[in-house]
């Protein structure tokens, strides 16, 4: 029996999905900040222990690893990245070529001023114009003299974005090539030079350079850890490289990885495991998805029933060139901590979120400061004895006093009302990001599913539902997993990209091929690549599917179109293509401009599929295990207890009610209800 083992690290807690033929197990461990291996070796670990096997012999009977990591996230929302030198054109340093982007912000700026510091910025003499036409030469000196002055600023990482580069990139190449003789390795040292030509394509040099900046500023920690994880597990006898998730929505190996590939990619796997369940299984095409982690909430709406990628999304506020699955991100995660606004006597909870460590109040760790998990803890939502199924043990005594101190006695209320009011805040301000992202999709939440998951999703979702006026909700058996779960839906997939800027001539309704054959050339060495790099990784030719992107611009202005994987060796072929430009059937579009081609090399691998289950009626009698007193806004309640790994497919339960596991716990409020569907989801709808 071989096995499919998906991985997933947030912030607090990293989640396993493995599978073995229809059976699949859930893994939760302790995230480990100081060293991220370390929980993806106990993930593993833990994975062996529960199918009664050494971790070799696990690895050894291992198809495929995919792994999604905040490694890179963290990096740059802690501003952890190295010190960035970077290299521009002259006339170009403070601005960036700010100027040639509309929607450049300060928040944009700011982050931006942060990573790149002033004093951090050289321009070089040289100049390349809008038609990749050499001006004026690259002056060899200024690059000594650039280089000799980011080092002796400190630098640890230098990026080259020249202007025009995206159109003829040999400036930034000559650059990169004087570095690397005039600064040998053993005199640079582990100071890495990355040209912009190397990370993204995109036309706008603003767009650009921040794309290899913001890349480079988490390359080094995504490179020294990534690399380490792929060698742990080679030493312990997985012999195939281990697959990094992208948040384009494919994975591929740790080399093929570009470090701005992981931003993001574990609640972009989430959502995509979404998407795949929401047609697939219920036909649905139109929902939002929560994940709730133990730092913040991500948010992603579908719309017409296809998980997309952004072409230029932001990151942090800063637009890049890269593809990227479409999140919003709300504060309001089970770590995230309460405290009270003096001015308007209210109670705000997040953006600060005491994370894995020192945790919540309740972990007895060295929190001090109340979180969401602590009030949850007080209102009775979660048992102090059976956290992860009884691993964690939580201390009530410490929440109900940090909260005490904290918010009840500085407002003169009781601990439970505080522990109420501070729940019901972060709902209110997760569920107004959750309405913004879905009304910016053009939608109205009271005509959407909601799917929730993470660790905190079944506990939130009635919640923000409610507010919202959503009436359907579904969760899953492998809930606090939801990410790890979306990365098995993920098959391998490598994109290449090559600027260009071919022009197409509509003379008469003829498009003369000879024009285009700079077009045919790129893709045939992208097919020639894509063919090589998957056999590299095991993968035979034939189980190749390709996709192809043209970024077209014409008098209709600039487009993304999806392509046939064509060469253009004939004429009509070009004539077709410009039809998919202006979707008219005669293609007639006069003159238009090609400025980029992205091919998609992706590999089928094997998916786990949700079983389907015989109805065992509505009783859920078996699955209940208690009564427990539960706050519910006007006091405590006697609220039964049920296991969810007892419920049978067909098993209802009106709330109120508490559902335990030991990865999480769904909360089913009064006028709410649960019933388990043929795929043992779990389906939360308002009561009638």
């Given at each position: 029996?071989?096995?499919?083992?998906?991985?997933?690290?947030?912030?607090?807690?990293?989640?396993?999905?493995?599978?073995?033929?229809?059976?699949?197990?859930?893994?939760?461990?302790?995230?480990?900040?100081?060293?991220?291996?370390?929980?993806?070796?106990n993930?593993?670990?833990?994975?062996?222990?529960?199918?009664?096997?050494?971790?070799?012999?696990?690895?050894?009977?291992?198809?495929?690893?995919?792994?999604?990591?905040?490694?890179?996230?963290?990096?740059?929302?802690?501003?952890?990245?190295?010190?960035?030198?970077?290299?521009?054109?002259?006339?170009?340093?403070?601005?960036?070529?700010a100027?040639?982007?509309k929607?450049?912000?300060?928040?944009?700026?700011?982050?931006?001023?942060?990573?790149?510091?002033?004093?951090?910025?050289?321009?070089?003499?040289?100049?390349?114009?809008?038609?990749?036409?050499?001006?004026?030469?690259?002056?060899?000196?200024?690059?000594?003299?650039?280089?000799?002055h980011?080092?002796?600023?400190?630098?640890?990482?230098?990026?080259?974005?020249?202007?025009?580069s995206?159109?003829?990139?040999?400036?930034?190449?000559?650059?990169?090539?004087?570095?690397?003789?005039?600064?040998?390795?053993?005199?640079?040292?582990?100071?890495?030079?990355?040209?912009?030509?190397?990370?993204?394509?995109?036309?706008?040099?603003?767009?650009?350079?921040?794309?290899?900046?913001?890349?480079?500023?988490?390359?080094?920690?995504?490179?020294?850890?990534?690399?380490?994880?792929?060698?742990?597990?080679?030493?312990?006898?997985?012999r195939?490289?281990?697959?990094?998730?992208?948040?384009?929505?494919?994975?591929?190996?740790?080399?093929?990885?570009?470090?701005?590939?992981?931003?993001?990619?574990?609640?972009?796997?989430?959502?995509?495991?979404?998407g795949?369940?929401?047609?697939?299984?219920?036909?649905?095409?139109?929902?939002?998805?929560?994940?709730?982690?133990?730092?913040?909430?991500?948010?992603?709406?579908?719309?017409?029933?296809?998980?997309?990628?952004?072409?230029?999304?932001?990151?942090?506020?800063?637009?890049?060139?890269?593809?990227?699955?479409?999140?919003?991100?709300?504060?309001?995660?089970?770590?995230?901590?309460?405290?009270?606004?003096?001015?308007?006597k209210?109670?705000?909870?997040?953006?600060?979120?005491?994370?894995?460590?020192?945790?919540?109040?309740?972990?007895?760790?060295?929190?001090?400061?109340p979180?969401?998990?602590?009030?949850?803890?007080?209102?009775?939502?979660l048992?102090?004895?059976?956290?992860?199924?009884?691993?964690?043990?939580?201390?009530?005594?410490?929440?109900?006093?940090?909260?005490?101190?904290?918010?009840?006695?500085?407002?003169?209320?009781?601990?439970?009302?505080?522990?109420?009011?501070?729940?019901?805040?972060?709902?209110?301000?997760?569920?107004?990001?959750?309405?913004?992202?879905?009304?910016?999709?053009?939608?109205?939440?009271?005509?959407?599913?909601?799917?929730?998951?993470?660790?905190?999703?079944?506990?939130?979702?009635?919640?923000?539902?409610?507010?919202?006026?959503?009436?359907?909700?579904i969760?899953?058996?492998?809930?606090?997993?939801?990410s790890?779960?979306?990365?098995?839906?993920?098959?391998?997939?490598?994109?290449?990209?090559?600027?260009?800027?071919?022009?197409?001539?509509?003379?008469?309704?003829?498009?003369p091929?000879?024009e285009?054959?700079?077009?045919?050339?790129?893709?045939?060495?992208?097919?020639?690549?894509?063919?090589?790099?998957?056999?590299?990784?095991?993968?035979a030719?034939?189980?190749l599917?390709?996709?192809?992107?043209?970024?077209?611009?014409?008098?209709?202005?600039?487009?993304?179109?999806?392509?046939?994987?064509?060469?253009?060796?004939?004429?009509?072929?070009?004539?077709?293509?410009?039809?998919?430009?202006t979707?008219?059937?005669?293609?007639?579009?006069?003159?238009?401009?090609?400025?980029?081609?992205?091919?998609?090399?992706?590999?089928?691998?094997?998916?786990?599929?949700?079983?389907?289950?015989?109805?065992e009626?509505?009783?859920?009698?078996?699955?209940?295990?208690?009564?427990r007193?539960?706050?519910?806004?006007?006091?405590?309640?006697?609220?039964p207890?049920?296991?969810?790994?007892?419920?049978?497919?067909?098993n209802?339960?009106?709330?109120?009610?508490?559902?335990?596991?030991?990865?999480?716990?769904?909360?089913?409020?009064?006028?709410?209800?649960?019933?388990?569907?043929?795929?043992?989801?779990?389906?939360?709808?308002?009561?009638?």
């Amino acid at each position: 029996m071989h096995f499919t083992i998906d991985i997933d690290t947030g912030g607090t807690f990293t989640d396993g999905f493995i599978t073995a033929g229809d059976r699949f197990e859930l893994v939760r461990v302790d995230t480990t900040p100081h060293d991220l291996t370390v929980c993806l070796i106990n993930c593993i670990d833990e994975a062996a222990r529960r199918f009664q096997l050494s971790t070799q012999e696990l690895l050894s009977r291992t198809a495929i690893i995919r792994y999604s990591t905040t490694v890179g996230t963290n990096a740059l929302l802690q501003k952890k990245g190295p010190k960035l030198g970077l290299i521009v054109t002259e006339g170009y340093a403070d601005s960036l070529y700010a100027a040639t982007v509309k929607d450049s912000d300060s928040n944009a700026d700011d982050l931006m001023s942060a990573i790149v510091l002033p004093g951090m910025r050289v321009g070089l003499k040289e100049q390349i114009d809008g038609r990749g036409k050499v001006i004026q030469s690259l002056d060899k000196e200024s690059v000594r003299q650039a280089v000799e002055h980011l080092l002796d600023s400190g630098a640890r990482s230098i990026v080259i974005s020249l202007k025009n580069s995206a159109i003829n990139a040999a400036h930034e190449q000559s650059a990169r090539a004087i570095i690397d003789s005039e600064y040998p390795r053993h005199y640079l040292g582990s100071v890495r030079v990355l040209p912009a030509s190397a990370v993204t394509s995109h036309h706008d040099d603003y767009v650009r350079t921040c794309t290899a900046a913001l890349n480079a500023y988490i390359h080094r920690d995504m490179v020294r850890y990534l690399y380490r994880a792929d060698e742990l597990l080679r030493q312990r006898g997985y012999r195939k490289p281990l697959l990094v998730v992208h948040s384009s929505g494919g994975a591929a190996r740790v080399a093929k990885t570009t470090a701005l590939n992981t931003y993001n990619s574990g609640p972009a796997a989430g959502f995509i495991g979404c998407g795949k369940i929401a047609g697939e299984l219920y036909a649905i095409n139109d929902f939002v998805s929560v994940d709730v982690g133990g730092t913040s909430v991500d948010i992603g709406v579908c719309r017409g029933g296809k998980v997309a990628a952004d072409r230029e999304p932001l990151v942090e506020g800063v637009r890049i060139g890269m593809p990227m699955i479409t999140l919003g991100t709300a504060g309001g995660g089970g770590g995230s901590i309460a405290r009270v606004d003096f001015d308007s006597k209210s109670i705000k909870v997040g953006p600060e979120s005491a994370g894995a460590l020192p945790g919540p109040v309740a972990y007895d760790l060295g929190g001090m400061e109340p979180t969401v998990t602590d009030a949850d803890l007080v209102l009775g939502y979660l048992d102090p004895d059976y956290f992860l199924g009884g691993k964690k043990k939580l201390n009530k005594d410490k929440s109900v006093a940090a909260i005490n101190d904290f918010i009840a006695g500085s407002l003169g209320i009781p601990v439970e009302e505080a522990a109420w009011r501070i729940v019901q805040s972060s709902e209110y301000d997760v569920s107004q990001q959750i309405r913004e992202n879905i009304e910016g999709k053009g939608l109205k939440p009271e005509k959407l599913t909601l799917f929730a998951f993470g660790g905190g999703g079944g506990t939130r979702c009635c919640g923000y539902a409610s507010r919202l006026g959503i009436s359907k909700i579904i969760v899953f058996p492998f809930n606090a997993a939801g990410s790890a779960f979306g990365a098995s839906t993920m098959n391998i997939m490598h994109p290449y990209e090559r600027p260009l800027r071919i022009t197409l001539r509509n003379r008469s309704g003829a498009y003369p091929v000879a024009e285009w054959q700079p077009f045919s050339r790129a893709v045939a060495e992208m097919v020639g690549s894509a063919r090589r790099d998957m056999r590299g990784e095991g993968f035979a030719p034939e189980q190749l599917v390709f996709t192809l992107e043209l970024g077209m611009n014409g008098a209709h202005g600039p487009r993304f179109v999806e392509s046939p994987l064509i060469h253009l060796e004939r004429e009509e072929e070009a004539k077709k293509l410009a039809g998919l430009y202006t979707s008219s059937s005669d293609g007639d579009s006069g003159e238009l401009i090609i400025e980029s081609v992205t091919l998609k090399a992706i590999c089928p691998t094997r998916h786990y599929e949700l079983r389907k289950y015989t109805d065992e009626g509505v009783d859920a009698s078996k699955a209940r295990k208690g009564v427990r007193n539960v706050y519910w806004g006007k006091g405590f309640v006697n609220t039964p207890i049920y296991e969810r790994d007892l419920l049978k497919c067909g098993n209802c339960v009106k709330g109120p009610a508490i559902i335990e596991s030991p990865d999480t716990t769904y909360v089913v409020p009064p006028n709410w209800g649960y019933r388990v569907d043929k795929y043992l989801n779990g389906i939360l709808e308002v009561s009638p």
